[in-house]
């Protein structure tokens, strides 16, 4: 009873940031007093910002030729697991955390297709302006510089449809669920494994170790924005894990994945308790890594560095 009141207020809390924060608002929030900026709402979501990398000099290409790359290796890795341990494997979170952050990529490297293809048309039609410009003010061009122009119209600021969301809210998904995954395999699992003599092999130590070193690499590059709100996703992508577990269990009488979900156990409402704790420094430490990104790229590539609307 305990572990379904849990369920019920991280439901009800997660409804609630979701509902007053997300979706795209055209009027903006929040002011630094008179005269100050202000700021764009938290939920909105842009069309280029999906595709578009962090800086000016890198070509969207590179940013498709990563998601790319990275989804066909997650893809062959997901396919060799269900291979090598069967469907059942999928009764285990990380496998679900694991086929999210390949849908992820999937998704992205048709995001960053298409943005691809708008990129190279602003490009043909920036250049065409640029001669026309050149032709009636010349000076003016040889002084901001020939790129002058195609920076100031790369970029359009129009919302994102819906497979732009879709792809912003799983990003910020995966990014709890991947380090609580790999924090709880390498930090809690494998010391205890170790006790026992028992050997990791190659595949589970890619499996939790590339899904984060792709994630992050792409975080590095990625213009999405990181609202804390949207932690309510990350809830709901466990809540919805469980919620699968307690189905199946009361269909079929079959052995848990996590002895902890055992709702038997006189723990049970103890480990759902710090499972949803834990929930928070892993979203919180992804959000400081995407502040700490954004801070040295505007010191180090203050030019080129492209921050969130």
């Known amino acids: 009873m305990i572990c379904c009141i849990w369920m019920a207020i991280a439901m009800v809390i997660t409804a609630f940031l979701i509902f007053k924060y997300e979706g795209f608002r055209r009027e903006l929030r929040g002011e630094g007093g008179e005269g100050g900026e202000k700021k764009e709402w938290s939920g909105n979501v842009y069309e280029d910002e999906t595709w578009r990398p962090c800086l000016r000099n890198i070509h969207p290409a590179w940013l498709l030729a990563f998601r790319v790359a990275a989804f066909f290796v997650l893809l062959i890795m997901l396919i060799i697991i269900g291979i090598v341990d069967g469907p059942t494997i999928f009764f285990y979170y990380t496998q679900w955390t694991f086929a999210l952050i390949t849908l992820y990529f999937g998704l992205g490297s048709l995001l960053s297709l298409h943005g691809c293809y708008q990129y190279n048309k602003r490009v043909a039609g920036d250049k065409v302006d640029s001669i026309e410009a050149m032709s009636i003010d010349s000076e003016r061009v040889i002084s901001k510089g020939p790129d002058h122009t195609l920076q100031q119209s790369q970029y359009s600021s129009k919302p994102a449809g819906f497979w732009g969301y879709v792809f912003q809210i799983i990003f910020q998904m995966n990014a709890g669920a991947v380090l609580l995954t790999d924090c709880v395999f390498w930090f809690i699992?494998?010391?205890?494994?170790?006790?026992?003599?028992?050997?990791?092999?190659?595949?589970?130590?890619?499996?939790?170790?590339?899904?984060?070193?792709?994630?992050?690499?792409?975080?590095?590059?990625?213009?999405?924005?990181?609202?804390?709100?949207?932690?309510?996703?990350?809830?709901?992508?466990?809540?919805?894990?469980?919620?699968?577990?307690?189905?199946?269990?009361s269909l079929v009488h079959i052995w848990w994945p996590y002895p902890f979900l055992d709702l038997a156990s006189h723990y049970a409402p103890l480990w759902y308790f710090s499972v949803a704790v834990m929930h928070l420094p892993c979203y919180g430490a992804f959000i400081l890594l995407v502040k700490l990104k954004h801070r040295l790229l505007q010191r180090w590539f203050p030019e080129s560095y492209q921050s969130p609307r």
């Not at 190659?202 to 939790?208: A, D, E, F, G, R």
């Open 189 to 249: 699992l494998v010391p205890f494994l170790e006790i026992h003599d028992y050997s990791l092999n190659v595949l589970v130590i890619s499996m939790h170790s590339l899904n984060a070193i792709f994630l992050l690499g792409d975080a590095a590059l990625n213009s999405l924005s990181f609202p804390c709100f949207r932690i309510a996703y990350f809830f709901l992508w466990t809540i919805a894990y469980v919620l699968f577990q307690w189905t199946l269990h």
